[in-house]
């Protein structure tokens, strides 16, 4: 089934690069931001069935967005070119893809967070 995302990446050639391969994986991008502060904006208000969010946005962390995302009850993982090191301590155990990734595995990565809010 196809869903809906959010994506926070700071890095617009990266974004970019996640925009393709998520719509190439059968979904669609509705809300993307470069920063922290536009991200929580999103983050809070647009609609959209999952978030894929950068660990380290502009220098920062992303856990205001990560926050504002699980409030809402959303389901969400991070990518980083760090792997797992940086994943916000209130977040710990959330899925990590490292960039660079491949379309299998955004794929494999929204399909788990999708099943696990089904399931909740």
Do not use: W
């Amino acid at each position: 089934m196809p869903a809906s995302v959010l994506l926070v990446e700071d890095e617009a050639l990266i974004r970019m690069m996640l925009v393709d391969m998520i719509e190439e994986a059968g979904h669609s991008v509705v809300a993307e931001a470069g920063d922290i502060k536009n991200g929580v904006s999103l983050a809070s208000k647009a609609e959209f069935d999952l978030a894929i969010l950068d660990i380290n946005v502009g220098g920062d962390t992303v856990e205001p967005v990560a926050s504002a995302v699980a409030e809402r009850g959303k389901p969400f993982f991070f990518v980083s070119g760090y792997g797992s090191s940086g994943v916000p301590e209130a977040f710990m155990g959330t899925k990590v893809v490292t960039k660079p990734c491949l379309v299998a595995e955004v794929q494999s990565a929204i399909d788990k967070a999708l099943a696990q809010t089904s399931t909740n």
